[in-house]
């Protein structure tokens, strides 16, 4: 994350759940805010997302096109 952002300041987050496909966002969009889960959330993954979302943050979730991740969609 950039420095002098606050995670409480209403923002975009990527989450994606490929660290392949988070590598190539990132070099299209290399200033997005983004998390990367790696597969199966963490209970420290989902806390994260409810803390963004309580604050009124707006999250993309960019997955693999496989039942797996649609699942976890």
Same mark, same amino acid.
Request: proline fraction near 3%; include cysteine.
């Given at each position: ?62 997955? @693999?096109? @496989? ?7």
């Amino acid at each position: 994350m950039s420095k002098g952002k606050s995670l409480s300041r209403k923002h975009s987050y990527w989450v994606v759940e490929n660290s392949g496909v988070c590598a190539s966002l990132l070099n299209h969009i290399p200033n997005a805010l983004m998390i990367c889960t790696n597969d199966p959330f963490t209970l420290a993954t989902l806390l994260l997302i409810d803390f963004l979302v309580a604050e009124g943050n707006i999250l993309f979730y960019v997955v @693999d096109f @496989d039942s797996e991740a649609l699942g976890m969609a």
